[in-house]
C-alpha cells in the first residue's frame, strides 16, 4: 500500500518570504512517480512537477524548486520570494508503475496563504 | 489546446436520486480518471479508464460506476445519492505508452445533496 504524508495542514507567509512544503511518501514499488499539484480556490488542480524514482536530480523552475531525496522518502518543494498569488492548497501525489494504472494516492494538502 | 472539460459545474440533488457526471478529455488523452474530494477524507481515486475499459478502481460502493466511450469522453454515475456524497468530483485524463505522463484536471462538478 502507498501513502502520502503532508505534515503541514496550513502555512502562512509574508510576501517575499520563502517557505518549503514537506511531503513524505511510502511505498514498496522501485519504480514510482511523484508529483505536486496546486489548487488556487477556484478548485481546479494544476500540475507543478513530475520526478520518476530513478531520477533524483533535483529541479529549480523560476521560484519554484525541488528537493527529492530517496533515502528518506522525501520530496520536498520551495517557494523563493512568495507571491501573493502562490496563495492556494498544495498537494503531493504518488503513482505506482504497476498495473499500467494512472491512480495517484494524495497527500491531504497544505494550504498556503501569502500575506501581503 | 482546450484541457479537460466538466459538466455539469454544479449541481444540487436530493437524497435518493441519481446523478451523471461528464468528462471530456484533453483531445488525444486515452486514459480518464475520476477522484472525489471532501473536506473530511481529501482527494480519493474513484476509477480509471481507459479505451473504454476500466483499469482501476478505488474504494467506494457499486452506487459509483462510470464508463467511458470511444471518444474518450467519460461518464460517472451515482445512484441513491446519500449526504455523504457530497463533494467536488474532478475527472482528470492523460497522455498513455511508454513512460509515465501527468494527469491534467478539470475544473470539478460541485455536488451538493440535499
Known amino acids: 500500500a502507498q501513502k502520502v504524508t503532508q505534515a503541514q495542514t496550513e502555512i502562512s507567509v509574508v510576501e517575499k518570504e520563502d517557505v518549503t512544503l514537506d511531503c513524505v511518501y511510502e511505498t514498496r514499488d522501485t519504480t514510482y512517480y511523484l508529483f505536486w499539484y496546486k489548487q488556487p480556490p477556484s478548485g481546479e488542480l494544476v500540475f507543478l512537477i513530475r520526478r520518476n524514482s530513478f531520477d533524483e536530480q533535483n529541479e529549480i523552475s523560476g521560484r519554484y524548486s525541488w528537493n527529492f531525496q530517496k533515502s528518506t522518502s522525501s520530496f520536498n518543494f520551495t517557494i523563493t520570494a512568495s507571491q501573493v498569488v502562490d496563495s492556494a492548497v498544495y498537494f503531493c501525489a504518488l503513482r505506482n508503475s504497476g498495473a499500467g494504472s494512472y491512480q495517484l494516492t494524495f497527500g491531504k494538502g497544505t494550504k498556503l496563504s501569502v500575506i501581503p | 489546446k482546450a484541457g479537460v472539460t466538466q459538466t455539469p459545474r454544479y449541481l444540487i440533488k436530493t437524497r435518493g436520486q441519481q446523478v451523471t457526471l461528464s468528462c471530456s478529455p484533453i483531445s488525444g488523452h486515452r486514459s480518464v480518471s475520476w477522484y472525489q474530494q471532501t473536506p473530511g477524507q481529501g482527494l480519493q481515486f474513484l476509477f480509471e479508464?481507459?479505451?473504454?475499459?476500466?483499469?482501476n478502481k478505488g474504494n467506494f460502493p457499486g452506487r459509483f460506476s462510470g464508463r467511458q466511450f470511444s471518444n474518450s469522453r467519460s461518464e460517472m454515475n451515482v445512484s441513491t445519492l446519500e449526504l455523504g456524497d457530497s463533494a467536488l468530483y474532478l475527472c482528470?485524463?492523460?497522455?498513455?505508452?511508454?513512460?509515465?505522463?501527468?494527469?491534467?484536471f478539470g475544473p470539478g462538478t460541485r455536488l451538493t445533496v440535499t
Open positions: 479508464y481507459f479505451s473504454e475499459t476500466q483499469r
Open positions: 482528470a485524463s492523460s497522455r498513455t505508452g511508454q513512460g509515465s505522463y501527468e494527469q491534467y
